[in-house]
């Protein structure tokens, strides 16, 4: 079943921004694990030009992300254009955006390297427990809630969201690493914009259109007005 996670995004307003070349690039995001209104999701998604680092759990190459912004929608089972960027726009955020945090990188890193000890990479309410309690460490991160218990009432996820916020401030450093955030979008030229969510790929290094360019991505619409 089709699942509409905070679908009250409205594309009005967005038809004045200006629009980006045709982006190529898709993703069709489904459900998986979590129970708050965001990840985990499991994505298909063509176009992209690399490769993205996921569990490998589903034997169907899809692979996991979360999602960024508590107020943009994205609904199940359909497919959205995909920019690639170093920072969530619109939502809260408007059309500057704001740069990907690298303590969210670092939990998506850690939680796709498949041993992360505050994951638990099972199939019952463990790993249910985990994905509520990464989703929410991310929108606290990013600012997108006050409260990182926003909606959680079991004590054993907030400690663990406790844990995960504590991890990321010790360890993340001051990079994003190889971790995209996906803007997404209902038509090819950028119009009506969707949520935002992670992707990491392999070999990708600190965002800039000329080193994506280097190496061979030919990502349409890296490099955005608000980079110039």
Known sequence: MRRAILCATVCVGLLS?????????????DNSYGTVGGGEFLCDYSGFGFTPVSLGQDGLGRFETFCLELGEGVTTGLSYYVEFNDRIIEGGQ????EPLDPRTAYLYEQMLGGTYSLYDY???TDRVRSANAMQNAMWYIQGEIADPYEGILSQSTKDLIDA???DADLNAGSSIGNVLVMNLYVYADGTCKKQDMLVMGPMIPAPGAAVLGMIGLGLVGWSRRWFA
């Open 122 to 124: 099972g199939t019952g």
């Open 17 to 29: 921004m200006p629009a980006l070349a045709d982006l190529t690039a898709m993703v069709t995001p």
């Open 164 to 166: 995960m916020l504590a």
């Open 94 to 97: 408007g059309p500057a955006g």
